[in-house]
């Protein structure tokens, strides 16, 4: 399999990777023919898949203005995957994002669209460790932790396994910023409809460097707990502060959540 020279040795292009393969789904183009392959068999056993990448996306971008609307100006995107269409500092120009990833094809991108930009950038550094990346001279430069931050965690919980203790990794964000900060977050859950689709995907996942760890909406509910929850409150992604007049398949699969901090 030929390497094309944007991406560096330490990259495994030969397994599936879930930035890569979210990338592809999406449209983008930062992806290799594995990713392609794996999407497109998961696709199979779950037709609605592109589906809800996009109503992630959309959400995200919703979740972005609506944070903007109500005066946050520091966001950090955390688990931000592959810059693609609706990005952070593209939805809210003003504003200052840090972008941050544990993919190196991620951050290396990132950091390229981002070259010179004075007031957003991207580091590589996993969530499961909120000091690092609150510590981070990049963030430390950039982000004012006396005023309100917006972490966004979404769609990327579902990818820190239970011994992890997702909540309490949530917990350590929502204690080290501002009261008035937010943590937004998407995760896909277990809903019973959808069972045998998700378990086929989830099997094909197993198999991947990045499992996928679906939850039950009450763990979820656990996860924001502490947080004063925005509302509609934890709700399908699709029903988040839609946009007026769009008609948008619900998606029960991936839930949405947005909290203040006390
Ligand atoms: C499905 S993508 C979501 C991208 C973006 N947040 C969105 O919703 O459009 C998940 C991303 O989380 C990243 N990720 C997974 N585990 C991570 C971890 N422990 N720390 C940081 N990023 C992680 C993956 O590399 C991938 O880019």
Redesign the pocket.
């Known amino acids: 399999m030929e390497r094309p020279g944007w991406v560096s040795d330490e990259v495994d292009i030969t397994v599936p990777?879930?930035?890569r393969v979210?990338d592809f789904a999406?449209g983008g183009f930062h992806n290799f023919e594995v990713d392609r392959m794996f999407f497109e068999r998961a696709e199979e056993m779950w037709p609605g898949l592109r589906l809800i990448?996009h109503a992630?996306?959309a959400y995200?971008r919703r979740v972005v203005q609506w944070l903007t609307a109500a005066g946050v100006r520091q966001f950090l995107?955390?688990?931000?995957?592959?810059p693609t269409l609706g990005n952070v500092h593209e939805t809210a120009p003003d504003a200052t994002v840090v972008y941050?990833?544990?993919?190196p094809v991620?951050v290396s991108h990132g950091r390229a669209i981002l070259a010179g930009h004075p007031h957003a950038t991207a580091i590589r550094?996993?969530?499961?460790r909120p000091e690092d990346i609150l510590g981070h001279p990049e963030v430390t430069d950039l982000v004012d932790f006396t005023r309100p931050v917006a972490v966004?965690l979404?769609?990327?919980l579902h990818?820190?396994p239970d011994e992890d203790k997702p909540a309490d990794i949530i917990a350590r964000y929502r204690d080290a910023v501002v009261g008035g900060s937010y943590i937004a977050l998407?995760h896909g859950i277990h809903t019973t409809d959808l069972t045998d689709e998700q378990e086929k995907v989830r099997d094909l996942y197993r198999h991947t460097p990045?499992p996928v760890i679906t939850r039950t909406p009450a763990e979820v509910a656990g996860m924001v707990a502490g947080l004063e929850l925005v509302p509609p409150g934890i709700v399908p992604v699709t029903d988040w502060h839609p946009d007026p007049g769009g008609d948008e398949e619900p998606q029960p699969a991936i839930l949405a959540a947005v909290g203040r901090t006390p």
């Open positions: 990777n879930a930035a979210y999406l990448a992630n996306r995200l995107d955390v688990g931000s995957g592959i941050v990833d544990i993919d991620a550094a996993d969530l499961r966004l979404i769609a990327v990818f820190v998407s990045t």
